[in-house]
């Protein structure tokens, strides 16, 4: 069974330039989640899917990260403009359940850097 | 809101004991999780443990939980250089479906 796969791996950017990143959970995982990790800080919530749509976006930090699942797949991650804050570690996870009875996968992540 | 806490650093010899420490502030917690983090991976489930647990072994992981200070242990007997990690505590909660993190302890190993 393939994992949670994400791309890319790594992203360079300039301040003010748009970034997407995507995740592929594993198949049959309708939960889907997304989470950032900013240098040596915890790992955040920025919002969870139940197929294509958002059940919780509470950890979105503002309206220039933009997520969609369309269709209730993969799901994209879009950063416009991005901040030089906006630099950490992306991570999407997936669930069968709910998450507190199985916990998640993790993909690998996406380091993003913008510069 | 919920919070996690843990010490950043770890630094135990080759052999040695690890136990990484972790507090947090929401007693309605229902799950509990130990995940790690090597070099370039993804976040590997280690163990999880009950609210209603107050200990559970897999090999060399013990995890305890102490509900009354909030308090959950992860002990690693015979700590070896492939234990060198951050390892995240974490809580879920039956009121939400997302997992609570915390800062995360980096493990290093000395020879």
């Known amino acids: 069974e393939a994992g949670v796969t994400q791309f890319p791996s790594h992203s360079v950017i300039e301040k003010g330039q748009t970034v997407t990143l995507r995740c592929d959970p594993i198949?049959?995982?309708?939960?889907l989640y997304w989470y950032r990790r900013v240098m040596g800080k915890e790992i955040k919530f920025l919002l969870h899917?139940?197929?294509?749509?958002?059940?919780?976006e509470s950890g979105m930090p503002n309206n220039r990260f933009l997520a969609e699942r369309t269709g209730g797949t993969y799901s994209t991650l879009k950063v416009q403009p991005a901040e030089l804050e906006d630099s950490g570690v992306y991570f999407c996870?997936?669930?069968?359940?709910?998450?507190?009875?199985?916990?998640?996968?993790f993909g690998s992540g996406t380091r993003l850097t913008v510069v | 809101g919920e919070d996690v806490e843990q010490s950043l650093f770890l630094s135990v010899r080759e052999g040695d004991s690890s136990v990484i420490n972790c507090t947090y502030t929401?007693?309605?917690?229902?799950?509990l999780y130990w995940y790690k983090q090597e070099p370039g991976a993804g976040l590997q489930l280690l163990t999880y443990?009950?609210?209603?647990?107050d200990m559970k072994q897999d090999q060399r992981l013990t995890v305890l939980l102490n509900k009354k200070d909030k308090h959950l242990s992860l002990r690693i007997a015979d700590t070896q250089t492939g234990d060198s990690a951050i390892y995240f505590c974490?809580?879920?909660?039956?009121?939400?479906?997302?997992?609570?993190f915390g800062s995360g302890t980096r493990l290093s190993i000395r020879p």
């Open positions: 996870a997936s669930s069968q359940g709910t998450a507190t009875n199985y916990g998640y996968t």
């Open positions: 198949s049959g995982h309708d939960n």
């Open positions: 899917f139940v197929k294509e749509s958002k059940q919780d």
């Open positions: 929401d007693s309605s917690s229902t799950y």
């Open positions: 443990i009950f609210s209603n647990m």
């Open positions: 974490a809580g879920a909660y039956s009121s939400a479906s997302k997992i609570i």
